[in-house]
């Protein structure tokens, strides 16, 4: 009885000194939808990281892209969901950002595109387009201006033409413009598609761009962490093993990932080109 | 009290199970109270949650309500609606995306009143659009969602709790129909927060918990959905939603007092019941010292299942007073319940008690010895006790109701005292104590003497009467009578054995002490508490034979008196003898009760005896044993009483034939009439006799005769020593003694003629050192001059030059000699004085610095830094040896060089030691030779080789530098590598540097060369050729070019062509003197540039001579004879820069004559003279030079005429007017 006594003690001992010395990581997930979807997304995923990595996963969400690339580049961020577009601006300042998994789209593709998409009732002609309201997301969203005046150069007409504001998330282009406040938007085609049963409608769409991204912070991680979170993330077999347990996971994220790495984000880079992207919209 | 009453009383048993009955049963009704209340409380409380509950879904369901009219059931809407549920493609997008867009801003407007849901559904029930989740659609909710199938099969409006895909909530579902189709239905879902929300506002005193089964959600949820719920501490079967509000839209998480509550209830088996059977309830929790009303309320869904409970947690002060007011009740009940019993108890021991000393107080009146009657105010008897109607002959009813005083009190004993009268009675009367002896009447008459002792009694502060207690003390007044008698007889006994002089024991028949009186204890140091109740025995010494007690014990045990001596020991240890007397002390019956030992100290008595008997015996014992004859004689017969055995050897007879005759029969015969005691009245006679013995042969003797009292009775006693032995050891001494006067005698002619012979030799050796120098100075001064005689030859030069160094060398010897003998005789003195040693060095340099030159040999002196300038030191003896070290190792060097090195070892100026070490690159000393080195008159092969030297040298140097504290040894030495001497000497450092020195001078063997190269013209004017030699040839050697003439008159001739810086002018010239030369060479041309000394003879008084000299204009003088040195000396002190117009005293033995002189010696003081005498005897000038400074403070002509004999090596004059002759003895010549 008092040797059990004694190795519940121990054994108490031992789990508190093990949540004591349990290192704590930051994570910022892009605010691509509202944050209640944006937690639900990553929270499965954050737990399993946190049972895997014996550490414990803090959210720092910011509404911004701005603001995840900005803490960031302080620091105070360990782990970040990233587009191709924030981190190929994060990491021209910022060579601590190391990208270590990109994540599957369902299709299996290691790429997304971005869409430009309207509400038929908006009467939207992007071949003409003038003096439009268009709905962007954010100046560092691969899916805001780089995408959309790319797409609408491509359709014949320019962004810098119409009236573009940025309105965050992805998932909020797609209500702006189905409630009508917004004649057109920028936003990942996988997100558009998922309102496409209430009339929204696809007018153009980017070739495939490098899939979202997570970016370590190797001036805070120590490379052994980041090395056993790249190796838990891609021994998930989304069509095996552990279809059930990512079935929890979010949408975007729940379909496997490969390794990444800075080579990846060329296409990125190259479609960037010398544009200058705005920080604000035009009206 | 009822007797019933009483026994119950009287079993405390049942009084305690009465009182726990009652308690219990007051703690019963106390404590059902309390429950009562409180199941009261908490259904109120219940109740109000359900009101509370119930209002707040009603609120929603009629705000919704109005929603579905005035929203949904619009024409505009349910046709766009109906077009989206029947169409197909794009058309149905479009409508689904138009209704979107209609409804939006009211959903968002919606969703800030906490209605999370708005989802619309198809007929068939599947999800047509969901506002709070767009993308999700399509799915089925026929099977999940009952409010969904009620209102799409029943075609009703439906409300409750309800479970969900996403999210639980309130539902409120209703049908949609237009032209009587039935579309589908629309819902509007409320957050829990909401319920909880709008449950708040009506009560903000309760925190809100939602629980839902576990059965009915799980099931059902998105798979990304479940990560929201956790399981509920309370109860398992149960979980909560967001439970820590991650959603913004989630109620807040629970507080941590509520989780604690959670975790007890979880234990509370009557929540886990109720929980179990779906029911509700409110119970009471503490937390952290807190009290929360806690009640569960079930929710049940559409179906009427048990979906979840609502659980309120509020804080709660009433049932925590209701249990503090049963606790405070019960303890008020238990508390006087417990003082009743007390109480009750208490009564009842009081009260047996009381009966206990009623009972008692009977038994002791009863039984009491003591007479007692109790009277009232008026002194009748109302209660009288056995003994009382026993002690005074009377019944109980005799006395009842009779007057005490009257009956007892008033009699013929106290003259029929009336009770107004009678002290007694009126003092009782009075209330008052009264104790004292009275005097009763017996029944039958007789007086009875009583001890009576009353007291009033009081009741209510009023007399109520008073008690009386009274015994006969008849008997025992007439015992005390005889008692008091007794007791004086015995008091006076006792003082006396109190005041014994003698020690009183009493023991009893057994031995045990009983008693000891003061005596014992002052006699035996055991105090009366440590006698008592021990044995006599204690006291035993154990040096008695135990015979002696036994015999005691007999006679005791027979009944007889014993008295015998006793060797008894006191308590610290001494011992003491006692003589003891023990009786037997009866009683009435001739019984022996006990023994008293009367006991007498008598210890001191047994010592006087003891010490005569001691006495006796020493007497007789030297009587016997003396080694004196000792005769005892009647001074009035005369005759022999007793001898001694060595009178009777003497007397060479037995004492008894010797007793009894007459005295003058074997001494003093021809005396018997003229006995110098008896008959000539001497008191002692003491004188050597003659002892005729038996056999008539005579003895001398020394006889001493005292007289005596024996026994009243005159004698003589007369001691008789045998002195032949003496009179044999006198003769002997007497011949010794005239033999020691004959060697005395010798002994002191023998000393006489070694002092004499002493003196002899010191005058020898004064004597040789002056006769040999006198005739040494002309051998050495004349071979020096003919050595410049160019008129011999070579082979002449080369002898002369060998006569002028043996001169030398002999010279040399001699004052080696004497130096030795003054270090053998111990007259080495050691004069430290301030000297500069540097400047010793720069002498050093410039005495060999020539020699060296001439050797081609170098010379260096390194001094140490650290070696100071000035020191105290024998500044002559440091400088003659090393003079002699340098001096040895310049002669056997001839390569090289000689270093001499000056060092010092300490800084401590206390022990400092200055060492300088003479290296040269000499010949070097064979190791043979070395050990002999230092020995007297050795010298080493190689200067046995150069023939120089004395061998003294080193000896004498070494015997100076030991002399000083140092030493001076060979460090090194090799055949031709050289020798490293080293001298050593301890010094103080003089750091006033008060330094006198003398201007350096140069000897015949130091020469100064600095002073050759002067170029000074000297005149020289001598008429003996001799002398002007020597001037000549000594000036000249000095580096001066010197003319001579031989008288004055050529002397001024010579001056002006000759131009001389200076003038060396005898005083007795042919023609012109001196004085006159000198005053004409003045008053020639640059005749006052030219310096003039003078040279004088002897025989003239300085003063005279100075005034002369500076009459004529000369600058100085001096007086023959001189060393030749002496006038290069004075020549350069003349001219020399530091020099102007100086005189250098000289020796002027001449100032004082012979006669006055030895008239002035004579006084000084005579340990002055003597030191004088012997400094002389033993050249030691430099003492000699101290005491003559002595004698300047006295005389200083005499002081001066001392100097100058000893400065003219005149050492016999000198000796004479010392008493003594002797020469001055030079200071020896370095020599190895």
Redesign the interface.
Not at chain 1, 194 to 200: D, I, R, V
């Given at each position: 009885m008092r040797k059990a006594i004694l190795a519940i003690v121990c054994l108490a001992v031992s789990m508190m000194l093990s949540i004591a010395e349990a290192q704590t990581l930051r994570f910022s997930p892009l605010p691509m939808q509202d944050?209640?979807t944006v937690?639900?997304?990553f929270?499965?995923m954050t737990?399993y990281l946190e049972k895997s990595l014996n550490v414990k996963i803090v959210y720092d969400y910011s509404d911004s892209y701005a603001g995840i690339l900005e803490k960031f580049k302080q620091s105070f961020v360990d782990l970040a969901y990233l587009g191709p577009l924030p981190y190929v601006e994060l990491r021209a300042s910022a060579t601590h950002a190391e990208p270590l998994v990109r994540f599957k789209e369902k299709s299996g593709q290691t790429t997304y595109t971005c869409s430009l998409v309207t509400?038929?009732?908006a009467f939207f002609d992007a071949n003409f387009a003038k003096g439009r309201k268009i709905a962007l997301t954010q100046p560092l969203s691969t899916c805001g201006y780089l995408s959309v005046s790319g797409l609408m150069r491509d359709l014949g007409s320019s962004l810098e033409d119409n009236l573009y504001r940025y309105i965050g998330k992805h998932?909020t282009v797609a209500?702006s413009v189905?409630?009508?406040q917004f004649d057109a938007g920028g936003l990942k085609s996988a997100i558009a598609k998922?309102?496409?049963?209430?009339?929204?409608e696809t007018i153009a769409e980017t070739p495939p761009l490098p899939a979202f991204a997570l970016v370590g912070n190797t001036r805070t991680l120590p490379p052994e962490v980041t090395e056993e979170i790249r190796r838990q993330m891609i021994a998930l077999e989304p069509d095996g093993k552990d279809k059930k347990i990512l079935?929890?996971?979010?949408e975007n994220i729940r379909y496997g990932a490969v390794l990444a790495s800075d080579d990846d984000y060329k296409p990125v880079r190259d479609l960037l080109g010398e544009t200058t992207i705005p920080e604000k919209g035009n009206h | 009290m009822t007797r019933w009453s009483r026994r119950i009383l009287d079993k405390t048993v049942a009084i305690v199970l009465i009182l726990t009955l009652i308690t219990t049963g007051l703690g019963t009704f106390l404590y059902s109270n309390w429950k009562l209340k409180q199941r009261s409380y908490f259904a109120q409380h219940q109740e109000i949650l359900q009101t509370s509950y119930n209002a707040s879904i009603q609120m929603y369901r009629l705000a919704i309500e109005a929603f579905y009219a005035n929203t949904i059931r619009q024409p505009d809407f349910l046709a766009l609606f109906a077009e989206g549920v029947t169409g197909t493609g794009?058309e149905r997008?479009?409508?689904?995306?138009?209704l979107?867009?209609l409804l939006?801003?009211q959903y968002r407007a919606m969703k800030k009143q906490s209605i999370l849901q708005l989802h619309f559904h198809k007929a068939d029930g599947s999800s047509y659009?969901r506002f709070h989740k767009?993308?999700k659609?399509?799915d089925d909710l026929m099977d999940v969602r009952h409010s969904v199938r009620i209102a799409n099969t029943e075609k009703r409006p439906v409300h409750g709790f309800e479970t969900g895909r996403v999210r639980s909530g309130f539902r409120y579902v209703y049908p949609i129909a237009w032209k009587g189709v039935h579309l589908g239905s629309v819902e509007v879902g409320v957050t829990t927060k909401g319920i909880r929300d709008a449950m708040a506002e009506l009560d903000p005193n309760r925190e809100y918990a939602f629980l839902l089964n576990r059965h009915f959600v799980e099931p059902y949820i998105f798979?990304?959905?479940?990560?929201?719920y956790s399981t509920s501490m309370l109860n398992p079967g149960y979980i909560m939603e967001d439970a820590d509000a991650?959603?913004?839209d989630s109620p807040p998480p629970l507080s941590d007092e509520a989780k604690a509550i959670d975790r007890d209830l979880f234990l509370d088996q009557d929540v886990q019941s109720a929980m179990s059977r779906g029911q509700g309830m409110t119970v009471s929790s503490y937390s952290e010292g807190r009290c929360f009303l806690v009640s569960l309320l079930p929710i049940r869904d559409v179906a009427g299942q048990l979906a979840g409970y609502l659980v309120t947690y509020a804080p709660d002060q009433v049932t925590k007073t209701y249990r503090k007011e049963f606790f405070v009740y019960l303890a008020v009940a238990v508390s006087a319940l417990s003082v009743i019993g007390m109480l009750m108890l208490g009564l009842r021991k009081r009260s047996d008690a009381l009966i206990r000393e009623q009972r008692d107080i009977k038994v002791i009146n009863d039984t009491l010895a003591e007479g007692v009657y109790v009277m009232d105010p008026e002194g009748t008897i109302v209660r009288v006790n056995p003994s009382a109607c026993r002690i005074l002959g009377y019944e109980p009813d005799e006395l009842l109701g009779q007057t005490a005083h009257d009956k007892l009190h008033s009699h013929e004993g106290n003259a029929f005292i009336q009770k107004s009268d009678c002290p007694f009675f009126t003092q009782v009367s009075r209330g008052q104590v009264y104790d004292g002896e009275e005097r009763f009447l017996h029944k039958s008459g007789a007086i009875l003497i009583v001890e009576v002792a009353s007291r009033p009694i009081y009741m209510h502060n009023e007399l109520v009467g008073s008690v009386t207690a009274f015994h006969d003390i008849t008997e025992r007044k007439r015992t005390e009578k005889a008692l008091r008698k007794s007791e004086e007889t015995a008091r006076k006994l006792s003082i006396a054995v109190e005041q014994s002089p003698a020690s009183i024991v009493i023991t009893n028949t057994e031995g045990t002490i009983e008693y000891v009186n003061p005596k014992f204890v002052e006699s035996t140091g055991y105090t009366f508490s440590e006698a008592v109740g021990k044995n006599p025995n204690l006291l035993q010494s154990g040096t008695m034979d135990r015979r002696v007690y036994e015999e005691m014990w007999e006679t005791l045990s027979a009944g007889q008196e014993w008295k015998g001596e006793l060797h008894n020991r006191c308590k610290n240890g001494a011992l003491y003898w006692e003589f003891a007397s023990i009786s037997p002390i009866r009683n009435e019956k001739g019984g022996v009760t006990h023994y008293v030992a009367v006991k007498e100290d008598v210890t001191e008595r047994k010592r006087m005896e003891e010490a005569l008997r001691e006495k006796e015996l020493i007497q007789r014992t030297l009587m016997q044993r003396l080694p004196v004859g000792l005769v005892v004689i009647d001074a009035q017969s005369k005759r022999i009483e007793s001898v001694n055995p060595i009178a009777s050897e003497l007397f060479g007879a037995p004492e008894s034939s010797v007793v009894g005759n007459l005295c003058h029969q074997f001494m003093c015969p021809a005396e018997e009439n003229r006995c110098p005691i008896l008959d000539l009245g001497q008191v002692v006679d003491s004188s050597d006799r003659v002892l005729i013995r038996n056999n008539k042969t005579q003895i001398p003797v020394l006889k001493t005769v005292n007289r005596i009292m024996i026994q009243g009775r005159e004698k003589l006693l007369e001691c008789i020593v045998d002195i032949r032995s003496r009179v044999k050891a006198e003769k002997a001494l007497k011949q010794a003694n005239e033999k020691l006067k004959a060697a005395i005698s010798r002994a002191e002619e023998l000393a006489e003629k070694a002092e004499s012979a002493n003196r002899a030799k010191s005058i020898f050796l004064a004597n040789m050192s002056h006769e040999i120098r006198t005739p040494l100075n002309a051998v050495l001064g004349h071979s020096q001059l003919l050595q410049h005689d160019e008129a011999l030859g070579a082979e002449q030069r080369q002898q002369v030059a060998t006569i002028n160094r043996s001169g030398d060398h002999l010279l040399e010897l001699i004052n080696g000699i004497l130096a030795m003998s003054k270090i053998e005789a111990g007259h080495v003195k050691i004069h430290r004085e301030s000297m500069d040693f540097h400047k010793l060095i720069e002498d050093i340099d410039a005495i060999f610095r020539l020699a060296c030159q001439k050797k081609n040999l170098w010379l260096k002196l390194e001094t140490d830094r650290r070696v100071p300038k000035n020191i105290l030191a024998d500044r002559g003896k440091v400088r003659q040896i090393l003079i002699n070290l340098v001096s040895n190792a310049v002669k056997f060097t001839r390569k090289g060089g000689i270093t001499l090195a000056c060092d010092v070892n300490s800084v401590e100026d206390s022990s400092r030691t200055l060492t300088i070490h003479i290296k040269d690159t000499g010949s070097g000393i064979d190791k043979t030779e070395q050990e002999k080195l230092f020995e007297a008159f050795e010298q080493t092969s190689s200067g046995q080789v150069s023939s120089e030297g004395t061998g003294l040298g080193l000896s004498i140097s070494r015997a100076y530098a030991k002399a000083m504290g140092g030493d001076l040894i060979l460090v090194d030495s090799k055949i031709g590598a050289g020798s490293v001497f080293q001298f050593s000497f301890p010094f103080q450092s003089d750091e006033h540097g008060s330094v006198v020195e003398g201007p350096f001078v140069c000897s015949s063997d130091a020469r100064c060369p600095e002073k050759k190269s002067s170029g000074m013209k000297v005149l020289v004017v001598e008429d003996d050729p001799i002398s002007r030699m020597l001037l000549k040839n000594s000036i000249s050697e000095a580096g001066m070019e010197t003319v001579t003439v031989e008288s004055g008159e050529e002397a001024l001739e010579t001056f002006g062509p000759f131009a001389p810086d200076l003038v060396v002018l005898d005083i007795l010239l042919p023609g012109i003197d001196g004085y006159e030369t000198c005053r004409l060479l003045r008053r020639m041309p640059n005749g006052e540039k030219a310096k003039v000394l003078i040279v004088t003879a002897t025989g003239i008084n300085k003063e005279e001579i100075r005034e002369k000299v500076a009459a004529s204009g000369g600058d100085t003088f001096v007086t023959k004879p001189f060393k030749p040195d002496i006038i290069v000396e004075k020549i350069y002190a003349l001219c020399g820069p530091s020099v102007q117009n100086s005189e250098i005293e000289q020796p002027h033995s001449w100032e004082m004559e012979a006669d006055a002189a030895v008239e002035t010696v004579l006084r000084l003081p005579e340990r002055l003279r003597r030191s004088l005498r012997a400094a002389v005897e033993m050249g030691d000038m430099q003492s000699f030079e101290v005491l003559s400074a002595e004698v300047v403070s006295i005389n200083s002509g005499l002081a001066g005429k001392l100097k100058g004999l000893a400065h003219q090596y005149d050492y016999a004059s000198l000796l004479a007017l010392l008493s003594a002759r002797e020469e001055k003895i030079e200071e020896p010549r370095g020599e190895r």
């Open positions: 944050r209640e937690v639900k997304q929270k499965p737990t509400f038929p009732d998932d209500l189905l409630e009508g998922e309102y496409a049963h209430l009339g929204l079935s929890y996971w979010g | 794009k997008n479009l409508a689904k995306g138009r979107f867009r939006l801003s659009l767009p993308v659609h399509g798979s990304e959905q479940k990560w929201l991650i959603l913004p």
